[in-house]
């Protein structure tokens, strides 16, 4: 069955860079692509970027300049490092397989805090 | 990029009540519109897809549609745990694009 699960740590300060680990099973990287969505605290959700099958990359220009998407398909997962952070960053993070153009399984989140 | 407007902002319904939640693109999308519930506390799950496909395992008192270029989500027969948030996702191009949301109760 389809699953994807992030992790990462929970506070980062600002101005670092923040690092998060999406672990996917029961479908490949190379078939799928896999979308970074965010969420801050009672707001909406924003679209970061997508990593297709093939290994190319799509950002959200809001967030081009700080943000890399990568992965390693031995260990089925999926990297996002955003630099520079800020409190506005602050927010749950969610991995989702997209279909593409929609998103049909998403990981439970990690919730991120951008706090010195 | 592409905005998404969607209505309205909250909504409180009774049980067995019908509901529609709209959204309007700033610019031409196809079909290349979802629908997504978020419950409190969870992670956004699809509901519809290609504007008007019911995704696997979702209630059929779930529907989308078109018209022209207005998308709405309509649930029939509303019940208690269709309340949460409800989100309108543009696929059309990049950056993909959410509505605001609408927060929906149960009164």
């Known amino acids: 069955q389809v699953q994807l699960k992030e992790s990462g740590p929970g506070l980062v300060k600002p101005s670092e860079t923040l690092s998060l680990t999406c672990t996917v099973s029961?479908?490949?990287?190379?078939?799928?692509?896999v979308s970074w969505v965010r969420q801050p605290p009672g707001k909406g959700l924003e679209w970061m970027g997508v990593?297709?099958?093939?290994?190319?990359?799509a950002y959200n220009s809001a967030l081009k300049s700080r943000l890399s998407i990568s992965r390693d398909t031995s260990k089925s997962q999926v990297f996002l490092k955003m630099s520079s952070l800020k409190t506005e960053d602050t927010a749950t993070y969610y991995c989702?397989?997209?279909?593409?153009?929609?998103?049909?399984?998403w990981g439970q989140g990690v919730m991120v805090t951008v706090s010195s | 990029d592409i905005q998404m407007t969607q209505s309205p902002a909250s909504l409180s319904a009774s049980l067995e009540e019908i509901v529609t939640i709209t959204c309007q693109p700033s610019?031409?999308?196809?079909?290349?519109l979802s629908w997504y519930q978020q419950k409190p506390g969870k992670s956004p799950q699809l509901l519809i897809h290609s504007a008007t496909s019911l995704a696997d395992g979702v209630p059929s008192r779930f529907s989308g549609s078109r018209s022209g270029t207005q998308y709405s989500l309509k649930i029939n027969r509303l019940q208690v745990e269709d309340t949460g948030i409800y989100y309108c996702?543009?696929?059309?191009?990049?950056?993909?694009?959410f509505g605001s949301g609408t927060k929906l109760e149960i009164k």
């Open positions: 610019q031409d999308i196809g079909n290349y």
């Open positions: 989702a397989r997209d279909h593409p153009r929609l998103f049909d399984y």
């Open positions: 029961g479908f490949s990287l190379t078939s799928y692509h």
């Open positions: 996702l543009q696929g059309y191009s990049a950056p993909l694009t």
């Open positions: 990593i297709w099958g093939d290994g190319s990359t």
